[in-house]
């Protein structure tokens, strides 16, 4: 079992790509005019955004793929200054070969603010000349509409089973792995369509064994949850809140998912909870104090006890 | 509804200690159109801007029409918002003032926002109200030069004075005149952090008839604990961990770890409200370098926990150590690591770092019994050592 098998077996032509065929002719039409607009990738995670990004790079510049591409995550730099800072250096060269623009991936665009894709808005702009962006996000209408309508738009949707299958038969047959139907479907129910989840189980799945029942895949798959913060609210309003604390310390710690992550899952769940309306909203008006203490710099772990303190009070009822 | 709110003078009469300005604002208002179109009222926070551009607007018998920075930042969102506003007649009332609040909030980021304000400026048919705290930046340097400048000095400390005792009177706290005194000079000519610790500060039931007590011999955090946790607040108790020998952050440890042991519910609740204000007050120490906020924390941590019971209580508890600070250290070497793989990880996978981090059981699951794939992603023995934990 050699490599990530996201990588080993990520499509590198047209032809492999599957579930999304309208988008891929006409990207490959475009591609094979050699003269590509800017284009916006739009679906939901583990759909072939990306792959198909990296299919354009290789077959318009072959061999020179590397130097003419530049990937940015907009999620992860800090940034627009940043980023427009890496295009302008990035497309300040010249293209290497015969196609005369670079190409920009630019990632979940969907995470940058209206105020930040205003200024990408102008980046692109400025650097039409010599570069190509193509954008991806998950939620189209998250992106601004000057954007949009300079962009070719490209929908990409949830993977079929059939075609999650069909993947997973291929790989199952290159590693030489025993998988029964029962798995594929815990598989497939496990991954919602997103194709990159569904490998990385499949494979996590066979470091244990290579035979693969419904079994395994699903204790792979229950163990790989991210914790939930539903557990320590239930503590927290069942009135136990020595256990809520223990249980919001190991999510924040041995999961290190920071205080502003956990306020925000706080924030969704107080819907589901078992209490009045009225304290519902006075437990989100707290949480939103909390919350804005802990931008100004105040210790999460202090302001969120204290947080669930109150919740413990509107389990009790009171306010 | 905060103090600050509700105290908040609504017109010129109301305003303490800026006759001066009051009377220059006046001045700009009836040559309004004959010089300048707009008028820059800039100083340190708490003296009064925002106030005086709303008197202004209530003198006038005007409408206010209030634009933030983060409204400016756009040129296009700002010119749908202002020429309407600019070139049509308010519906309800004759006049218009359009204030632009905390003006240096601008950011660099666009560029926009600040010629179309001076274009605005240049076209306006009703006054404009500029406040900052900062006018003196370069990049307002044009700005300046188009509207009439006023400077707001940081208000007496008498003043500040009167004001506190007239909103203790109408709030029925009982306080010591010493007491007002002190806050209003510390209070640095800054109106509305006077009246904000005052407002914090009567939260404490008994706090303002505190008179401070001879120290107490040295004792050990488990006593203090003890008295505080147990014991009915008594006004010698604010002093109590002057005679503990641990800086005051540890002690913030020790009563978040203890406080559980004793307190239930609405007690739990409200000993904990009170170390987060503790735990804010520590904060602004830090970030003004103000240290006599110190004695705020020493209230809270102290007779305000204590008041946090509804009756005394018996019986022996033992308390524990801290153990946050231990377990974020060994936490945080893992998080290092977790961090430098999933980097390492989302590069060459083509993903964000963001959803890596999301994903990472899958994704260590895969790698850790892998030494192919920990050597293509050059992972660093360290790092090899974080996964197999």
């Not at chain 2, 506003?85 to 009332?93: G, I, P, T, Y």
């Not at chain 2, 030069?145 to 208000?155: D, F, H, P, R, S």
């Not at chain 2, 806050?183 to 005052?198: F, M, P, T, Y």
Request: with cysteine; net charge positive.
């Amino acid at each position: 079992m050699r490599g990530i098998w996201t990588e080993k077996y990520r499509p590198s032509k047209f032809s492999e790509l599957v579930g999304q065929d309208n988008s891929v002719k006409r990207v490959e039409a475009l591609t094979n005019s050699m003269n590509i607009p800017h284009m916006l990738f739009a679906g939901p995670a583990g759909t072939g955004k990306s792959t198909l990004a990296l299919i354009v790079v290789k077959e318009l510049y072959k061999e020179n793929w590397k130097e003419n591409y530049l990937e940015l995550n907009a999620s992860d730099e800090r940034g627009i200054n940043v980023i427009r800072e890496k295009v302008k250096n990035f497309a300040r060269t010249k293209s290497l070969g015969n196609i005369p623009f670079k190409i920009i991936f630019l990632d979940e665009a969907d995470a940058l603010t209206p105020e930040a894709q205003q200024a990408l808005r102008r980046t692109m702009e400025n650097y039409s000349a010599t570069c190509r962006f193509i954008l991806s996000c998950n939620y189209s209408s998250k992106i601004i509409d000057p954007i949009q309508s300079r962009c070719a738009i490209f929908r990409f949707k949830l993977l079929e089973k059939k075609d999650i299958e069909k993947v997973i038969l291929k790989i199952a047959e290159k590693e030489n792995l025993a998988i029964k139907q029962d798995a594929v479907e815990i598989l497939y129910e496990g991954c919602e369509g997103d194709c990159r989840r569904c490998i990385n189980i499949l494979q996590s799945t066979a470091s244990i064994s290579p035979s693969i029942t419904s079994e395994l895949v699903a204790t792979i798959i229950s163990n790989t949850k991210p914790r939930d913060i539903k557990v320590v609210l239930d503590y927290a309003i069942s009135g136990d809140f020595q256990k809520a604390k223990e249980k919001l310390l190991d999510i924040m710690l041995k999961e290190s998912i920071s205080g502003q992550d956990v306020i925000k899952a706080i924030q969704k769940e107080i819907w589901n909870l078992p209490v009045e309306p009225v304290i519902k909203v006075k437990l989100t008006e707290k949480t939103g104090e909390t919350e804005f203490r802990m931008t100004e710099g105040s210790d999460p772990f202090i302001q969120l006890q204290a947080l669930l303190a109150s919740f413990v009070l509107a389990g009790l009822g009171e306010e | 509804m905060t103090w600050t709110e509700k105290y908040r003078p609504k017109k010129f009469e109301e305003i303490k200690g800026q006759d001066e300005a009051i009377f220059k604002i006046r001045n700009f208002i009836k040559n309004f159109g004959k010089i300048k179109n707009a008028l820059i009222l800039y100083g340190p926070p708490g003296t009064g801007k925002t106030s005086l551009a709303y008197a202004t607007a209530d003198e006038l018998n005007s409408e206010i029409f209030e634009l933030n920075a983060s409204d400016l930042r756009n040129k296009e969102k700002l010119r749908g918002i202002l020429k309407p506003a600019v070139e049509q007649k308010s519906l309800k009332k004759e006049n218009k003032i359009i204030l632009v609040d905390e003006v240096d909030g601008i950011s660099e980021l666009e560029e926009g926002g600040l010629p179309e304000l001076m274009g605005i400026i240049n076209t306006t048919s009703y006054p404009i109200i500029i406040t900052a705290n900062d006018i003196w930046n370069r990049k307002f340097s044009s700005l300046r030069k188009k509207c009439e400048l006023l400077q707001l000095k940081e208000i007496n400390y008498n003043i500040i004075k009167s004001v506190i005792s007239e909103i203790s009177k109408k709030e029925n706290l009982v306080i010591n005149d010493n007491f007002i005194t002190e806050l209003s000079i510390k209070a640095k000519g800054d109106l509305r952090a006077a009246i904000n610790d005052l407002q914090t500060l009567s939260k404490l039931k008994d706090y303002f008839s505190v008179i401070l007590d001879e120290r107490n011999k040295e004792t050990d955090i488990f006593n203090s604990l003890r008295r505080i946790f147990k014991e009915k607040p008594t006004n010698d108790m604010i002093n109590i961990f002057d005679s503990v020998n641990m800086p005051i952050d540890d002690i913030i440890l020790w009563l978040e770890e203890n406080i559980p042991a004793e307190y239930h519910g609405e007690e739990l609740a409200k000993a904990y409200d009170l170390l987060s204000k503790t735990d804010i007050f520590k904060g602004r120490i830090y970030k003004q370098q103000y240290w006599r906020f110190l004695i705020y924390e020493n209230i809270f941590l102290s007779y305000g926990i204590a008041s946090a019971k509804k009756n005394p209580k018996t019986g022996f508890t033992s308390y524990k150590k801290p153990s946050r600070i231990l377990q974020i250290w060994l936490n945080n070497q893992k998080t290092v690591h977790k961090k430098s793989i999933c980097e390492k990880y989302a590069q060459y996978v083509h993903v964000g770092q963001k959803r890596a981090m999301n994903e990472f059981p899958v994704i260590k699951q895969i790698i850790k019994s892998n030494p192919e794939i920990q050597k293509e992603l050059k992972l660093k023995e360290e790092e090899i050592e974080f996964l197999k934990i």
